[in-house]
């Protein structure tokens, strides 16, 4: 038999974002399942409630009416220990977990037996594109990064040719050029900027390009399995560093993008290249989350060092929550594919590759040997 999906309110502070739209909830109903929505949940991403009963969702003005008898949950944040709680026995939970930074949640999901998918363990193999919301959220994320850049910089982005005289065109520097990256570069580009890039990838250097960026190239190949940069060697470090400085120091802004999956973010730039920048300039440190890639980024906040404006703004793509939300609904629709058997029901086992290693939590134990190894040291 079709599921019964539930879709509660985001509570983590500044998320605006939901886990379905109305479109991706017609989709559903017309499938059989049942769907419900917790009252005011897409108000943040401007989806209210009359367009969701439209699209055949029922609404629910309160936890235990929106929860009783759900078998699927779907989120955007990690659920907290009170949500965790709230969940009977069996429910299985899709969404973005941050396990790392949020054990307690998980070992609370342990206990409760409940199913947890993490959507950012989906592999990055072909047949998953569909519901890489890693990427569809580093898409909206990218792009707001170039817009926070040009609206926090004392000059335009593009060149114009004016009765007062010639302007020249603001430089703008994107450090890594994964998905977010790509975007950034795309953003600034079509405000006019010149635009330079560089990425430990050598790989990324036609994609740069292919956008009308300029990329920096170091003799350096750093891609790792997955399509994911690996960690530099000291030398390799050293090499890096100085190179980048002399591109920072140049450049009118500076968005960067490094990150390793479940690590701290690579330090790019030290207090001593942002000592070198031109008074004005602006670093937007998309890493800020996991650490930052500035020395001197304040997670949630804007530090000014030296004349430089450093943004560690958190969650950009809750910046943009319509269409980041819309994407990421679009990712968990096409993940509730590989959960939906031939008969509509739920599939009884986990076995398809994708369902696998995203596997968070099941039946009690910590499904995901990383994570798992990860939390040893703090076992409940």
């Known amino acids: 038999m079709p599921f019964v999906i539930a879709v509660p309110g985001e509570t983590a502070p500044g998320e605006r974002r939901v886990a379905t739209v109305p479109e991706v909830v ?23 409630d009359d367009l969701y009963m439209a699209a055949g969702a029922t609404i629910a003005y309160s936890r235990a009416e929106l929860l009783n008898g759900a078998q699927v949950v779907l989120k955007v944040q990690p659920p907290t220990i009170a949500e965790a709680d709230q969940l009977p026995e069996g429910t299985i939970v899709i969404g973005f977990m941050n396990a790392g930074r949020n054990p307690e949640a998980v070992f609370r999901m342990r206990d409760r037996k409940i199913t947890a998918f993490a959507l950012e363990l989906v592999p990055r193999i072909s047949r998953a594109q569909s519901m890489d919301a ?7 994320g990218g792009y707001v990064a170039a817009l926070l850049g040009a609206s926090h910089c004392p000059k335009f982005l593009p060149m114009l040719t004016t009765a ?63 399509g994911y940069a690996r960690e530099l060697t000291p030398e390799e470090k050293i090499r890096e560093q ?13 968005i ?36 930052g890639n500035c020395e001197l980024t304040v997670p949630g906040s804007t530090a000014c060092e030296s004349g430089v404006t450093i943004l560690g703004s958190l969650n950009l793509p809750a910046e943009i929550p319509f269409h980041a939300s819309q994407m990421f609904a679009k990712n968990l629709y096409s993940f509730l594919a590989l959960l ?6 739920m599939v009884k ?15 009690g134990e910590i499904r995901h040997g990383p994570t798992r190894d990860l939390l040893s040291g703090g076992m409940q």
């Not at 017309?30 to 209210?48: C, D």
């Not at 005289?165 to 600034?188: D, E, S, W, Y």
């Not at 010149?194 to 956008?211: K, M, N, P, W």
């Open 164 to 226: 007062a005289g010639t302007i020249r065109p603001a430089t703008v520097l994107v450090l890594g050029a994964g998905v977010a990256g790509l975007m950034a570069i795309a953003t600034a580009k079509r405000l006019g900027a010149i635009v330079e890039a560089y990425d430990v990838r050598r790989a990324a250097g036609e994609q740069v390009r292919s956008l009308g960026a300029r990329f920096i190239e170091l003799e350096i190949d750093a891609e790792d399995q997955g």
């Open 242 to 254: 100085e190179m980048v400085s002399a591109a920072v120091a140049r450049a009118d802004i500076v």
């Open 256 to 291: 960067t993008t490094a990150s390793i999956p479940g690590r701290k973010a690579p330090l790019l730039i030290t207090k001593e290249t942002v000592a070198t920048m031109r008074p004005g300039a602006v670093i937007v440190d998309m890493a800020a989350e996991s650490g």
């Open 340 to 345: 939906t058997s031939s008969d509509g029901g």
């Open 134 to 140: 890693l990427s569809s959220q580093a898409t909206a």
């Open 26 to 48: 017609q989709k559903l109903v017309k499938s059989g399942h049942e769907v419900r929505i917790e009252h005011g949940a897409g108000t943040g991403a401007y989806y209210p």
């Open 349 to 363: 086992e986990f076995s398809d590759e994708i369902l696998a290693a995203s596997l968070l939590v099941h039946d």
